[in-house]
Nanobody, 121 residues
Framework: QVQLVESGGGSVQAGGSLRLSCAAS????????MGWYRQAPGNQRELVAL???????NYADSVKGRFTITRDNAKSTVYLQMSSLKPEDTAVYYC???????????????WGQGTQVTVSS
């Protein structure tokens, strides 16, 4: 079973930057959309950013102009560069892949375990 391993979370002051990474534990046959979601205490999990196979991106309004999602298909890795961080960005961040592990598999959803991002004022 493929696992998504996240890294790069931590604590920063408002205005600071962090870069999150998410890598698949093994090579996958096909990865379609890759995305980042976040969940703050007491809130539902929400979409932060998506990137498709062709590189087109989509962002939540709250992060547009501050966050950038990129992907490295050769490494089965997705990144989230976060700048001008605000206290309201504090949450657990999760990566998500829509992917097939092997040729004969159906397209499935894979989630990372989550990484904490804390922004202090």
């Amino acid at each position: 079973q493929v696992q998504l391993v996240e890294s790069g979370g931590g604590s920063v002051q408002a205005g600071g930057s962090l870069r999150l990474s998410c890598a698949a534990s093994t090579r996958m046959f096909e990865i379609n959309a890759m995305g980042w979601y976040r969940q703050a205490p007491g809130n539902q999990r929400e979409l932060v950013a998506l990137i498709s196979r062709d590189g087109s991106t989509n962002y939540a309004d709250s992060v547009k102009g501050r966050f950038t999602i990129t992907r490295d298909n050769a490494k089965s890795t997705v990144y989230l560069q976060m700048s001008s961080l605000k206290p309201e960005d504090t949450a657990v961040y999760y990566c998500k892949y829509a992917a097939r592990e092997r040729l004969w598999d159906l397209l499935s959803t894979y989630w990372g375990q989550g990484t904490q991002v804390t922004v202090s004022s």
